[in-house]
């Protein structure tokens, strides 16, 4: 079996998707690694803004999803209770348990990376194919030889 090529990649290179009040940014899954990888997507709530649905009770999945709070002050709702988040927070979220995030009370955007054991569990990861056609686009495919030459015109 071939060795896969390493990858670098940085949200800012990303582009999200999605609209409204939240917007995802695929970083890892299989097409861009080219193995079987888990499944890493940064997400950003806009100020004011919440992942809550028309039925009031946010999501629910089949398999444990994990969340990373990077930046923001919003609520981690679990099966209706609201836990206050802060960055370093991680939430273990079992299969079926009702989650979403709410920013309503912010006045700056909540950001979290979610993971995933494989990508097929995100629903989002299926939106992007249909969308797209691919499940990630990056802004510059020339992202990182350029970062790799910056660096060495630093070094010198």
């Known amino acids: 079996m071939a060795k896969a090529e390493w990858k670098l990649v940085n949200s800012e290179n990303v582009a999200p998707f999605g609209s409204g009040d939240y917007q995802s940014r695929m970083l ?8 079987e990888v888990i499944n890493i997507n940064e997400g950003t709530l806009k100020a004011g803004g919440t992942t809550n ?13 994990i969340y990373y709070i ?13 836990i206050p ?5 991680v939430y273990v979220i079992p299969g079926g348990t009702y989650h979403w995030i709410d920013n309503s009370k912010s006045t700056k955007p909540f950001r979290i990376l979610t993971f995933w054991e494989r990508q097929e569990q995100n629903e989002v990861y299926h939106a992007r194919l249909k969308a797209w056609g691919t499940s990630v686009k ?18 010198r």
């Open 85 to 89: 988040a802060k960055a370093g927070d």
């Open 28 to 35: 890892t899954g299989n097409e861009m690694a080219g193995e």
């Open 70 to 82: 990077i930046e923001g002050d919003g609520d981690i709702v679990l099966d209706d209770v609201h």
């Open 138 to 155: 990056n802004i510059d495919d020339a992202y990182t030889e350029k970062r790799i030459k910056s660096a060495r015109r630093t070094r």
């Open 53 to 65: 649905n028309e039925s009031g009770r946010g999501g629910v999945h089949e398999l444990t999803e």
